[in-house]
């Protein structure tokens, strides 16, 4: 089992940055094996994919809304993964969670792909 908690969410101005967390209790093991997904979903919207990996140990992904703002990184000692977003827009609001899965290449950037998730952290971009 893989247990996620997301942190770090709040409210920023525009043009600002955040930086989230996402810390997974489980087995050493378990955290080199999965990726991690991070998705968004603001108020009346549909939730959508954001970034996720590492992918085989390597591959990262992006949403083309945030390519060149956000950035995803691990921490391994600390069974964490987090989102740096920087040059936040009221566009950025949501509730961002963070999932784990075992996804094949065709499901990394969808929500099928992922096993387990987190209960969300909210993040709220002022204008």
């Known amino acids: 089992q893989v247990h996620l908690v997301e942190s770090g969410g709040g409210l920023v101005q525009t043009g600002g940055s955040v930086r989230l967390s996402c810390a997974a209790s489980g087995s050493a093991f378990s955290f080199r094996e999965y990726t991690i997904g991070w998705f968004r979903q603001a108020p009346g919207k549909e939730r959508e994919f954001v970034a996720a990996g590492p992918w085989r140990n390597s591959r990262l992904f992006y949403a083309d809304s945030v390519k060149g703002r956000f950035t995803i990184s691990k921490d391994n000692a600390a069974h964490t993964v987090h989102l740096q977003m920087n040059n936040l827009s009221p566009d950025d609001t949501a509730v961002y969670s963070c999932?784990?899965?075992?996804?094949?290449?065709?499901?990394?950037?969808?929500?099928?792909?992922?096993?387990?998730w987190g209960e969300g952290t909210q993040v709220t971009v002022s204008s």
């Open positions: 999932a784990a899965g075992r996804p094949i290449l065709s499901s990394v950037q969808t929500m099928a792909g992922y096993r387990y």
